[in-house]
Nanobody, 123 residues
Framework: QVQLVESGGGLVQAGGPLRLSCAAS????????LGWFRRAPRKEREFVAA????????YYADSVKGRFTISRNNAQNTMYLQMNSLKPEDTAVYYC????????????????WGQGTQVTVSS
């Protein structure tokens, strides 16, 4: 059973930073690609960032490129999303997800999801 638990969300002023964490259960954490997604009010869920099994390659949505950084610590079964220069349009529920492959693929949605953590950016 794969369990993913996000933390670190909250209220932040525009321009500020915030770091999200995703803690995962299971001994196979290091074998799979991981990703962050978000869902803003009245919008569809969208891809934010992803990393391969060893963190060697990372991928970002154009809207966050240069501001967000995804990373992982396989020894601690944890993934992070460092968010800088936050904008009000970054307000959303952020979800971490685990893919079923070791590398990221935008054609294969992750099968495992966390419950989400709310990020609110005030202007």
């Amino acid at each position: 059973q794969v369990q993913l638990v996000e933390s670190g969300g909250g209220l932040v002023q525009a321009g500020g930073p915030l770091r999200l964490s995703c803690a995962a259960s299971g001994r196979t954490f290091s074998l799979y690609a991981l990703g962050w997604f978000r869902r803003a009010p009245r919008k569809e869920r969208e891809f934010v960032a992803a990393t391969t099994w060893n963190g060697g390659s990372t991928y970002y949505a154009d809207s966050v490129k240069g501001r967000f950084t995804i990373s992982r610590n396989n020894a601690q079964n944890t993934m992070y999303l460092q968010m800088n220069s936050l904008k009000p349009e970054d307000t959303a529920v952020y979800y971490c997800a685990r893919y079923s492959t070791s590398v990221y693929s935008d054609s294969s949605p992750p099968p495992y999801w966390g419950q989400g953590t709310q990020v609110t950016v005030s202007s």
